[in-house]
């Protein structure tokens, strides 16, 4: 019933950008905290950013603090990843999640690959 679909990946190189959105279905996103995890082959998921509720407070990973930015249109349903200064280690599939007190949503991931 509930759907995140993750949208705006691609091939860049290195140092340019990608804007990555995350539209929710059946699901007001005002009352999730929203995340962006990335997951790398062979590696772990691991958090990129995430963005609380009302108050749209943000953390960040260490190794992507400056260069990516999220936020949300609660109005569109919809969470947004800026990412910036792309670097080849960024290479993997970009997750969006949503949680609250006893759920946590997933999309099916979008896939960023950074390379010369």
């Known amino acids: 019933q509930v759907q995140l679909v993750e949208s705006g990946g691609g091939l860049v190189q290195p140092g340019e950008s990608l804007r990555l959105s995350c539209v929710a279905s059946?699901?007001?996103?005002?009352?999730?905290?929203m995340s962006w995890y990335r997951q790398a082959p062979g590696k772990e998921r691991e958090l990129v950013a995430s963005?609380?509720?009302?108050?749209?407070?943000?953390n960040y990973a260490d190794f992507v603090k400056g260069r990516f930015t999220i936020s949300r249109d609660n109005a569109k349903n919809t969470v947004f990843l800026q990412m910036n200064s792309l670097k080849p280690e960024d290479t993997a599939v970009y997750y969006c999640?949503?949680?609250?007190?006893?759920?946590?949503?997933w999309g099916q991931g979008t896939q960023v690959t950074v390379s010369s």
């Open positions: 059946s699901l007001t996103l005002s009352n999730y905290a």
């Open positions: 999640s949503a949680r609250r007190v006893w759920v946590t949503y």
């Open positions: 963005i609380a509720r009302v108050e749209s407070s943000t």
